[in-house]
């Protein structure tokens, strides 16, 4: 099972980035969210297709319908620069996207 | 607090042998699942394995294996020491990687904690 990402996205201080995740009938289940910044471990943005975990800023939200999930950043900060990976459960195995590069310019 | 220490990391010889420990705190560990993910230099994230939560000191638990593993990699749990492992044997330049423990490791959990991480090198 393959999950597909765009390697990289741009987006202006203060505009929404939309980073988006492909894969078979994905919207038949799960997809979490992770972002992880250089050096650091990864962090959960997004599970269950839609909720924050505590601490996470409204401004990350996603949704998940038919083959593409997505994560949305509002009024996006230079502090969410970092890579993005979404993941997903297919037959009791993790699998993750390939990440994409977020650039705030 | 929740907290993931992992530690083992190194140099290891391809063909070699490597035991990766991550020590829990700051919640009850056996009645979570866990798993291992890594990531090579410059590359994306890769579910290795995962454990499902048990009871008593984890020796019944439910593994998963990724295919490239599966032979190779064994995971096991020690829930009187919160305390979860993976034992990396045959081991190719391919496996080079950062290792982390991360909390959640079945179908629909998700990693909400994660380790610092522990470097493992596979080189002759």
């Known amino acids: 099972y393959e999950l597909t990402q765009p390697p990289s996205v741009s987006v202006s201080p203060g505009q929404t980035a939309r980073i988006t995740c492909s894969g078979d009938k994905l919207g038949e289940t799960y997809t979490c969210w992770f972002q992880q910044k250089p050096g650091q471990s990864p962090v959960l943005v997004i599970y269950?297709?839609?909720k924050r975990p505590s601490g996470i800023p409204e401004r990350f939200s996603a949704s998940n319908s038919g083959n593409t999930a997505t994560l949305t950043i509002s009024g996006t900060h230079s502090m969410d620069e970092a890579d993005y990976y979404c993941?997903?459960?297919?037959?009791?195995?993790?699998?993750f996207g390939g990440g994409t590069k977020l650039t705030v310019l | 607090e929740v907290q993931l220490l992992e530690s083992g990391g190194g140099l290891v010889q391809p063909g070699g042998s490597l035991r990766l420990s991550c020590a829990a705190s700051g919640f009850t560990f056996s009645s979570f699942a866990m798993s291992w993910v890594r990531q090579a230099p410059g590359k994306g994230l890769e579910w290795v394995s995962g454990i499902s939560g048990s009871g008593g000191s984890g020796s019944g638990a439910i593994t998963y294996y990724e295919e490239s593993v599966k032979g190779r990699f064994t995971i096991s749990r020690d829930n009187y020491k919160n305390t979860l492992y993976v034992e990396l044997s045959s081991l190719r330049a391919e496996d080079t990687a950062v290792y982390y423990c991360?909390?959640?490791?079945?179908?629909?959990?998700?990693?909400?904690?994660w380790g610092q991480g522990t470097l493992v090198t596979v080189s002759s």
């Open positions: 993941q997903a459960w297919d037959s009791s195995t993790a699998v």
């Open positions: 269950q297709n839609s």
């Open positions: 991360a909390r959640g490791g079945e179908e629909l959990d998700h990693f909400d904690y």
